[in-house]
Each structure stands twice: as C-alpha cells, then as structure tokens.
C-alpha cells in the first residue's frame, strides 16, 4: 500500500501563487509518476502535471507557464508550483501516485485552492 497526502491548498487573490506539496510513503514504487488533477464544481477531474521518477513532464493545455511540476525522489514529494492564479483554477488538487504501467494507482485526500478575483 501507499499513502499520499497533499497540503499547501488555500485562499488566494488573483495573481497569486501557491505551492502544494504531496508526499508519498509506503511500499514506494522505485519507477513511478505522480501528477497533480483538480476537479472544479459540476466538472470531472483533469490533469494539471505529471513527473515521472526519471523526471520527464507532463502538462495539460496551457498549464505549463503559469505551473511547474517537480519532484524530489529522495523524499518521494512532488510540488506543483502555481503562478498568476486564476479565479477559474479553483478546484480541489489531488495528487496521484502509481506504477509505470499504471497497473496501481493511489489518490491523496485532495488539497482545496481557492482563487478570488
């Protein structure tokens, strides 16, 4: 088993930045990729980022720019980075954890960013 658990989610005007951070403990993967997803109200959940341990990145759409994906392999953590937030990136961020192959996947209790205009 793994347990992911995320922080650093909170209130922030526009134009702000915020970090989440989300750590993974447990039976590690030593190959593995953990990304970040939101899910906004009445929307499914959507990617933001993924990093793989080897490091190669991920970003859905136009989130690369305003936010950066990194990681740390000897704390197993990954951050996301969120700069010129918007009121549109309010959601809640979950971290996700799994294998190369997909085949094991774990979520985080999700972290609520929320973006005042």
């Known amino acids: 088993q793994v347990q992911v658990v995320e922080s650093g989610g909170g209130l922030v005007q526009a134009g702000g930045s915020l970090r989440l951070s989300c750590a993974a403990s447990?039976?590690?993967?030593?190959?593995?990729?953990m990304g970040w997803y939101r899910q906004a109200p009445g929307k499914q959940r959507e990617l933001v980022a993924s990093?793989?341990?080897?490091?190669?990145?991920n970003y859905a759409g136009s989130k690369k720019g305003r936010f950066t994906i990194s990681r740390d392999n000897a704390k197993n953590t990954v951050y996301l980075q969120m700069n010129s937030l918007e009121p549109e990136d309010t959601a809640v961020y979950y971290c996700?954890?799994?294998?190369?192959?997909?085949?094991?996947?774990?979520w985080g209790q999700g972290t609520q960013v929320t973006v005042s205009s």
């Open positions: 447990g039976s590690i993967f030593s190959l593995n990729v």
């Open positions: 990093i793989t341990s080897g490091g190669t990145t």
């Open positions: 996700r954890y799994s294998d190369y192959a997909d085949a094991y996947v774990y």
